[in-house]
């Protein structure tokens, strides 16, 4: 996949193997910066590697869950290593993006992580219904 020549949000082509904006030989998004938000990102499978301007650097996946508040401003990228040779290298994973109050906008960055063993998860009664 070839690095688009505009990022306007419609680059992303539905017939790619993986839809990411970057990689020919690992997917994801590189460095790039917010502000204002927060991120929540859980992972469902496989593996996303994370680094940003406030020196925080680690592998996260497999169920584990990170919270990035922006506040006023931090640059990361999140990228899909290729880790087995021997089968594919899914990722799964889902984003949420908070915006923050007006009042909070300007808070300091920060970061942190939920390891999948420390992530809560509700099963129901009848084990039907799960909830993480």
């Known amino acids: 996949m070839e690095l688009p020549q505009r990022g306007n949000g419609h680059d992303f082509d539905p017939t ?3 839809r990411m904006y970057h990689g ?9 910066p ?7 990102t859980a992972t469902i499978e496989g593996i996303v590697d994370h680094a940003d301007s406030l020196g925080n650097a680690g592998r996260y996946g497999e169920g584990d869950v990170q919270w ?3 506040g006023k401003g931090v640059v990361h990228g999140e990228m899909f290593p290729l880790v087995h040779t021997d089968r594919p290298n899914h990722t799964r994973f889902f984003q949420i ?3 923050l109050p007006s009042k909070n906008k300007m808070v300091d960055p920060s970061f ?3 390891w ?3 992530v ?10 799960s909830v993480t």
């Open 24 to 32: 020919d030989k690992i997917a994801g998004f590189p460095q790039h």
């Open 120 to 129: 809560p998860k509700y099963v129901s009664g009848d084990e039907k219904a």
């Open 97 to 99: 993006w908070l915006n």
């Open 68 to 70: 990035m508040t922006s």
């Open 34 to 40: 917010h502000r204002g938000f927060e991120t929540i």
């Open 112 to 114: 942190a992580m939920f």
């Open 116 to 118: 999948a063993n420390d």
């Open 16 to 18: 790619a193997p993986y």
